[in-house]
């Protein structure tokens, strides 16, 4: 397939084009920005993916072809006909505090969402796949309401509505892919990093939140998924088709004590553990995914992914 990728810079988008072009897809990603704009993780994802993935044109770098613009609506244009649109690309800044604009951000997702569909079909574009998250409304399965997490997933949650309105309208099969909580190599800075980093330097890793049930999934396995699923999107008809993929279904306190594990097992790591007692719970006790992963990749070799993720730590952290 040939597939126009947005959001390549990003942590699992980084994974998903390597999964595409493993498969043997041909992959074209806009970028937002010149390279030299990017800096820390996102510079260096995009660095390794040049080469391998379509950066650059005759003329140039496919830069500042933020979603909707008119360079985006060129890039397509130029370079189609594409099988696949994989909108991956969200408004992202600032995701985790209370002060997110969802309303910025939505408008952001699906910046003149008209004129690239009909301009994606004209040029005889085929399907779109929409990236979403467990954590905006509606999605997974957990306990109460299935309201959104945050502003971010409320921005997340509502640019579904509106794809799935905007693809019915201009007859284009839409897909959706539904991430839970993944971790791996060129993460950014979240749980597992931190798990890592107290590691390394000896020190005993504090859970703050131990008692909370979440769905980490392994980023070699998730990307896998999207692989086989942006397939079935592409030659799927009718009404709008979905996965929610999930890894590690379990507490908190139970996916460290797993990490702990694997990562001792291949390292010289002490990797205690402190599981604070959790007293406050302000977001709901569990949101998760339902679907396993391995539906879409039984052969996944769940050893060597740990053995990939363990390597990255010991090589950037010098361990």
Not at 256 to 284: G, I, M, N, S, Y
Request: charged share 20%.
């Amino acid at each position: 397939m040939r597939i126009l990728f947005t959001g390549a810079s990003s942590f699992t988008g980084f994974h998903f084009v390597n999964a595409l072009l493993s498969a043997g897809h041909e992959v074209i990603c806009p970028l937002r920005r010149p390279l030299e704009e990017y800096e820390g993780l996102r510079r260096k994802r995009v660095e390794l993916l040049e080469g391998k993935a379509r950066l650059s044109s005759a003329g140039g770098k496919l830069s500042a072809a933020s979603f909707g613009s008119e360079h985006f609506l060129r890039i397509m244009r130029d370079f189609g006909p594409f099988d696949l649109l994989c909108h991956h690309a969200a408004d992202v800044t600032n995701y985790k505090s209370p002060d997110f604009d969802p309303l910025r951000a939505l408008e952001n997702n699906v910046c003149n969402l008209g004129n690239v569909l009909a301009t994606f079909k004209s040029s005889g574009g085929k399907a779109v796949l929409l990236t979403g998250t467990v954590f905006e409304m509606d999605e997974g399965k957990g306990d109460g309401p299935l309201r959104a997490f945050s502003p971010y997933g409320l921005s997340k949650g509502l640019t579904w509505q509106i794809f799935r309105h905007f693809c019915r309208s201009a007859g284009l099969p839409l897909g959706k892919f539904v991430i839970p909580n993944p971790f791996g190599p060129w993460e950014e800075p979240r749980f597992t990093a931190y798990l890592m980093n107290t590691w390394r330097k000896g020190e005993t890793a504090k859970v703050q939140t131990p008692d909370y049930i979440r769905d980490n999934i392994h980023v070699d396995l998730l990307a896998g998924a999207y692989g086989v699923f942006a397939g079935r999107v592409a030659i799927q008809t009718g009404e709008p088709i979905k996965f929610n993929p999930s890894g590690y279904i379990e507490t908190q306190g139970a996916f460290a004590q797993r990490a702990a594990r694997e990562v001792q097992a291949r390292t010289q790591w002490k990797c205690d553990l402190d599981l604070l007692v959790q007293t406050e719970f302000p977001e709901p006790r569990i949101r998760t995914n339902m679907q396993s992963a391995r539906e879409l990749v039984p052969n996944w070799n769940e050893s060597g992914a740990w053995d990939a993720f363990v390597q990255f730590y010991t090589k950037t952290l010098g361990g």
